[in-house]
């Protein structure tokens, strides 16, 4: 069976659609420290594609990925060398 690490970071993945003033965005809110992060959407990559990789350049490990309804859920570790309780701004 494969080890997981006993501190993880849940992530909800929210797809903002696009309304009289703004285009569509993408939304990330920390289910640990109930932040969020919000950007426009670029339609010629996948939204959970795009925040999986907003998420590894901040250094996060991805662990999984599931949807629930509307929103998506995704699991991340901390990397080895990064805090372990760190924010997604």
């Known amino acids: 069976m494969k080890h997981f ?3 993880l970071h849940t992530i909800t993945l929210t ?3 696009a309304t009289n003033n703004l285009g ?3 939304k990330l809110t920390s289910n640990r420290f109930q932040s969020s992060v919000t950007w426009g ?3 010629a990559v996948d939204s959970t ?3 999986i990789n907003y998420l590894e350049s901040k250094g ?3 662990l999984g990925v599931d949807f629930t309804g509307d929103k998506g859920i995704i699991v991340v570790a901390p990397d080895k060398n990064a805090p ?3 924010d997604i701004k």
Do not use: H, K, M, S
């Open 5 to 7: 690490p006993t501190v």
């Open 84 to 86: 372990v309780f760190r």
């Open 60 to 62: 996060f490990n991805i």
């Open 49 to 51: 594609d795009q925040a």
């Open 15 to 17: 797809y903002l659609g």
């Open 41 to 43: 959407r670029e339609y």
């Open 24 to 26: 569509a965005r993408i």
